[in-house]
């Protein structure tokens, strides 16, 4: 595949201005098309729903408390009349909570009991404030609660500057209706003359507050818009990050017409070079060519128009086995077995063509239910996925220091299949003994305890039982030079087989009941 201009140049590359996906794309350029409810997505519909059920729910506290003081003070004979009506906003604003907790309500519906809402909150406002007493100084406090509630709701409700305005022109008349037929009364008591004025300009306020809010929800809203379309490459959605590497980030995303949820990997912008790319675009090439049950497969890949290279990979939801360890604690040999024998057949497939993953570690296999199967293992990140046999660069290390083979890190020779092992052989160990083979204070002391240091057996590190077959194998793939360690992937397979047919037989009721306790929140005994 031909490497773009864009690509090749040695220059940041930034991964968020991309309106690719066009429906993100049209609500960005033109937001009032949303008001064909049509074009809501379901996530875009959740979210909506969510934002008014949560404005729903902060105005029932804020009402329902003034409602409280309202009927307490009236026990005290402050003169405020407390009246059946003012629950009407209680219960309208209850009612629309607990419809926005509906997930089949549609869009058109939504947006109906949104205005329907508001529409009554101003209504009661305006009855509420005619109907006390003459002498009461009643006009300013509806204001600010018209005022506050409009800009409320402006901030957490997401909508286009047309219909912010006709629901904000709804609910503001009323009141406005109600402050012009006590003509100022409460002000004309002090200054002669003032109530046309203090009218006309409660009016004038509430026509500006609902002008400002539409155009601050407008706003908002666009910019929503706008980051769901910058956080787009080609037919996807990113939504999080998953993690990061050496050489890229890890997002979770959607395909915008299936919905379906992937793994996306990125090029790193400040890793962009055209020898980056070149690595980058290997691993795509290297995991499109696999097709082993425990490899990770690429679904999609391409490039940006910004030059930022991706590809899209199966969204695994489950944990790696450096998740692993640190949620449960070691695990019992039965299920180390189980998962080295997949890592090894996943492996025995790459290397049959040519290639070497280069950087196996924990945090790089990820185990997982799958269909109700459990302990589903997956090889992912191909990253520094190399040639075996390749003469190795005069350079800085590439991998993890935790996994690095000795050969690799003394660079004395080419690198084959053994690496990998060596490398599959600390991840068991970091599976049986809850430890690193190695720990050390700095990188540079840990590669030289790969390289001189001897091997503590995983039972004595971790103080934890080992079948003596299984701990012996370990240790051979960590033994320091190539020759002593199984000759192939294949090879370590098939000695893993024979454990597995024998003391380490796998275990799929105890499987089963893992991950029942992982679905349910039940916390596994470590």
Not at 44 to 55: D, H, S, V
Not at 144 to 164: H, I, K, N
Request: glycine share 10%.
């Amino acid at each position: 595949m031909a490497l773009p201009a864009s690509a090749t140049a040695a220059r940041p590359a930034l991964l968020s201005i991309e309106p690719v996906a066009r429906l993100a794309q049209r609500s960005a350029a033109d937001p009032a098309r949303w008001s064909t409810t049509s074009t809501w997505e379901p996530e875009q519909l959740a979210e909506l729903r969510r934002r008014i059920g949560q404005f729903g729910k902060i105005s029932l506290g804020v009402f329902g408390t003034m409602s409280m003081v309202t009927w307490v003070s009236a026990i005290f004979g402050t003169g405020i009349e407390p009246r059946l009506g003012n629950l009407v906003p209680l219960v309208a604003l209850a009612t629309l909570v607990g419809l926005m907790r509906i997930p089949s309500l549609s869009a058109r519906r939504v947006l109906q009991l949104d205005a329907v809402v508001m529409v009554v909150l101003g209504m009661t406002w305006a009855i509420s404030l005619v109907s006390q007493p003459n002498g009461m100084p009643m006009e300013m406090p509806f204001l600010f609660v018209c005022t506050g509630a409009l800009f409320f709701r402006s901030f957490l409700v997401p909508s286009w500057f047309g219909r912010s305005l006709w629901i904000g022109a709804l609910t503001i008349a009323p009141t406005a209706v109600g402050i012009a037929m006590r003509h100022g009364e409460y002000m004309d008591r002090f200054v002669p003359g003032m109530g046309e004025a203090a009218v006309a300009f409660s009016i004038v306020w509430l026509v500006l507050v609902a002008i400002v809010s539409a155009y601050a929800s407008h706003s908002i809203f666009g910019l929503r818009q706008q980051v769901r379309a910058a956080q787009s490459l080609g037919r996807y959605t990113l939504e999080r990050k998953l993690g990061e590497g050496g050489m890229g980030e890890v997002y979770l995303g959607r395909h915008v017409l299936m919905r379906r949820p992937a793994a996306i990997k990125v090029l790193r912008p400040d890793r962009i070079s055209p020898t980056a790319v070149a690595s980058f675009e290997r691993e795509v090439q290297a995991l499109a060519s696999l097709t082993h049950p425990n490899t990770v497969p690429v679904l999609d890949y391409g490039w940006s128009s910004t030059g930022v290279f991706y590809y899209v990979m199966e969204y695994l939801d489950g944990k790696d086995l450096a998740r692993l360890v640190e949620d449960h604690g070691p695990q019992p040999g039965w299920r180390v077995v189980h998962l080295l024998r997949q890592a090894a057949g996943a492996l025995a497939e790459a290397h049959a063509q040519g290639l070497l993953h280069g950087d196996i570690k924990p945090a790089n296999l990820i185990v997982s239910e799958r269909g109700g199967v459990p302990d589903v293992l997956h090889v992912l990140d191909f990253g520094l996925a190399g040639r075996l046999g390749r003469e190795l660069e005069p350079r800085g290390l590439t991998g993890t220091p935790g996994y690095l083979a000795p050969e690799a890190i003394e660079r004395s020779a080419p690198l084959d299949a053994r690496s990998d092992l060596y490398a599959l052989g600390a991840v068991a160990y970091w599976l049986l003994a809850g430890v690193a083979v190695f720990e050390a204070a700095s990188a540079v002391e840990l590669c030289l305890r790969h390289v001189a240091g001897e091997v503590e057996p995983p039972s004595v590190r971790g103080r934890v039982a080992i079948e003596p077959a299984l701990e012996a194998l370990v240790l051979a793939c960590l033994a320091k030079q190539p020759e002593d360690r199984p000759a192939s992937a294949r090879a370590l397979a098939d000695a893993l087989d024979a454990l597995a047919a024998g003391p380490c037989r796998f275990d799929a009721q105890a499987a089963g009941a893992f991950w029942a306790g992982i679905r349910s929140g039940t916390p596994s005994p470590r």
